[in-house]
């Protein structure tokens, strides 16, 4: 299908820009939907912190501690959760160890924290195995067309997560996302993946909108792992129920929020079909709720979109 002057502008700013923002997708309707479902979740979880279990503790079990401690601003208590979340990964995979060093492993291998900025801000992982009303959101068609354009047509999810960046937060680090992180320098020439948030609250400067530096994907660089200022970076400011877009070979991180209140986002991660996906929806999804999903959105999801067992 022919795309209308519209649609070739937002692609050729992703595509020059490395991001582009279209402002006001969402009605007011599904906006307070999104919204309050993501803060029943939220609310749940912190009160009610999800560890499935642990495993035996190894002797380089101090080496991912120390890891951990050194990338990620947690308290002692999400660290001793992520701790027992990895331990009890590890004993599922029949206490196989990773062939290299934590700082080197491929962080879809690696469980992230769900409580981070010392606890002033949250994730919730898995997002669609546990909120309904984010089911349209990977398959809404403004999006997915431009991910297609930039992707190809055979393009699955790679993560679907929700974010609230905490009051009085400094914000993260730049980086660029998995699996760009392991490659070395030039990267490649052409877009892995893609990742977007839709506004659950308006984007300013002040309550932490995310940050880009234009044009930082045409470099094939990686940024410096640092909050640092740079130069021309910009936020990417618009009111709640927008959606921005970015290639995620794009320099970006989370921005400082000086407010007095959170600022939320759902966040949906797109790849090539051919590049392993940050989460296993398929375990993490209930299979009753799968069934009621599209053919499109399951696909994303991988059903039919992973290796049979063969012979």
């Not at 035996?56 to 660290?79: G, H, M, V």
């Not at 009303?133 to 354009?149: H, K, N, T």
């Not at 929020?257 to 398929?282: E, H, M, Q, V």
């Not at 999804?285 to 959105?297: D, E, I, M, N, V």
Request: net charge negative; proline share 6%; with cysteine.
């Amino acid at each position: 299908m022919q795309k209308n002057s519209s649609e070739l502008r937002k692609l050729h700013d992703l595509l020059e820009n490395g991001f582009v923002v279209i402002e006001n997708v969402l009605c007011s309707e599904e906006l307070e939907c999104l919204t309050n479902e993501v803060n029943r979740i939220m609310a749940g979880e912190r009160s009610d912190p999800i560890v499935a279990g642990d495993g035996p503790e190894r002797a380089d079990d101090e080496e991912i501690a120390t890891f951990l401690r050194s990338n990620y601003s947690i308290c002692d208590d999400e660290l001793q959760r992520m701790l027992s979340r990895i331990r009890h990964t590890r004993a599922q995979n029949l206490d196989t160890s990773w062939p290299v060093e934590i700082g080197q492993v491929n962080k879809t291998f690696i469980h992230l924290p769900t409580l981070f900025d010392q606890g002033m801000s949250q994730r919730i992982w898995n997002l669609l195995g546990k909120a309904t009303s984010a089911a349209g959101l990977p398959e809404q068609p403004i999006v997915l067309d431009l991910v297609r354009s930039v992707l190809g047509a055979d393009r699955v999810l790679s993560d679907c997560s929700a974010t609230s960046i905490g009051p009085h937060t400094d914000g993260g680090a730049w980086h660029v996302d998995v699996p760009l992180g392991q490659l070395s320098e030039r990267l490649p020439d052409f877009p892995l993946t893609t990742q977007n948030a839709w506004m659950l609250d308006d984007f300013s400067e002040e309550n932490g909108a995310t940050r880009v530096v234009p044009g930082s994907h045409l470099s094939r660089r990686k940024p410096r792992w640092s909050g640092a200022e740079l130069e021309g970076e910009i936020a990417l400011t618009a009111p709640a129920g927008s959606v921005a877009i970015w290639l995620s070979n794009t320099w970006h991180r989370s921005g400082a929020n000086r407010t007095d209140s959170p600022r939320r986002a759902i966040l949906c991660y797109y790849c090539r079909s051919w590049i392993k996906p940050f989460n296993d929806f398929r375990r993490g999804t209930p299979a009753k709720l799968a069934a009621g999903f599209s053919p499109t959105l399951r696909y994303l999801l991988g059903w039919s979109a992973t290796a049979p067992v063969r012979g």
